[in-house]
């Protein structure tokens, strides 16, 4: 029989292959990415992980065991207390500053991926919240190994090292075993699971054509 985690895989599987041939993502690897566009991203990941350390600490509150609760827990805080941070040095060396990221507005993109997200987390199940969150961790984890073994240029590579490191494949590890352990309804799961990739891919779009954004008030 083969396990939820690879069931969700091949259901999502030409999004996630859309996502790898993304020309952001290429361009990432090839060094052809224009340095505003990746600017203009770096912006909006950092919204998005707001979110994202949104969507964990929900996911440690509705986590039926202490084992997965500490986990989302730790995960929230690490994102809260390093992954910010470490955004922020990152972005500076790319000249955007703290007030830039600070002051940025969710882009369409960045505002459907993180609703969607903490929507599932709140008024779904637990195991549906884990196939929504999946994505997030195996999909930057396989991009970034991908990357890394065929990378041409070293312009992105402190961006591709991080995701191809052997932490975030583990993380990407723990989420898979997450899928096989959790009870749910398979169905559900491939539905938030599949909407999550599909969000993701969007993300790419949106990055590799950033639209004109007002400032924040
Ligand atoms: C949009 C998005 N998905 C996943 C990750 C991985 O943390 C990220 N940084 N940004």
Same mark, same amino acid.
């Given at each position: 029989?083969?396990?939820?985690?690879?069931?969700?895989?091949? #259901?999502?599987?030409?999004?996630? /292959?859309?996502?790898?041939?993304?020309?952001?993502?290429? &361009?990432?690897? /090839?060094?052809?990415? /224009?340095?505003?566009?990746?600017?203009?991203?770096?912006?909006? *990941?950092?919204?998005?992980?707001? *979110?994202? !350390?949104?969507?964990?600490?929900?996911?440690?509150?509705?986590?039926?065991?202490?084992?997965?609760?500490?986990?989302?827990?730790?995960?929230?805080?690490?994102?809260? %207390?390093?992954?910010?941070?470490?955004?922020?040095?990152?972005?500076?060396?790319? &000249?955007?500053?703290? @007030?830039?990221?600070?002051? =940025?507005? #969710?882009?369409?993109?960045?505002?459907?991926?993180? $609703?969607?997200?903490?929507?599932?987390?709140?008024?779904? $199940?637990?195991?549906?919240?884990?196939?929504?969150? !999946?994505?997030?961790?195996? &999909?930057? #984890?396989?991009? &970034?190994?991908?990357?890394?073994?065929?990378?041409?240029?070293?312009?992105?590579?402190?961006?591709?090292?991080?995701?191809?490191?052997?932490?975030?494949? %583990?993380? !990407? @590890?723990?989420?898979?075993?997450?899928? *096989?352990?959790? /009870?749910? $309804?398979? =169905?559900?799961?491939?539905? !938030?699971?599949?909407?999550?990739? %599909?969000?993701?891919?969007?993300?790419? *779009? @949106?990055?590799?054509?950033?639209?004109?954004?007002? @400032?924040?008030?």
């Amino acid at each position: 029989m083969t396990s939820v985690s690879s069931a969700l895989r091949a #259901a999502a599987a030409p999004v996630w /292959d859309a996502s790898l041939a993304h020309p952001f993502v290429r &361009g990432l690897g /090839d060094g052809t990415l /224009d340095e505003t566009a990746f600017r203009s991203y770096i912006r909006q *990941d950092y919204r998005f992980l707001i *979110d994202y !350390a949104r969507l964990l600490s929900l996911g440690a509150a509705r986590a039926p065991r202490v084992e997965w609760m500490r986990r989302f827990a730790g995960l929230a805080s690490s994102v809260l %207390e390093i992954e910010l941070s470490l955004h922020r040095a990152f972005a500076g060396r790319w &000249g955007v500053s703290i @007030a830039e990221l600070e002051s =940025e507005r #969710a882009a369409p993109a960045t505002a459907a991926y993180a $609703d969607f997200l903490l929507r599932v987390a709140s008024l779904g $199940d637990f195991a549906e919240l884990c196939a929504a969150v !999946a994505p997030c961790m195996w &999909g930057y #984890a396989e991009i &970034g190994v991908a990357l890394a073994a065929s990378a041409t240029s070293d312009r992105y590579a402190e961006w591709i090292d991080m995701y191809a490191s052997a932490e975030f494949g %583990e993380l !990407a @590890a723990w989420s898979r075993s997450l899928l *096989d352990e959790v /009870d749910g $309804d398979v =169905e559900r799961m491939t539905e !938030a699971f599949v909407t999550s990739s %599909e969000h993701e891919l969007r993300f790419w *779009d @949106a990055a590799a054509a950033p639209a004109p954004r007002p @400032a924040a008030g």
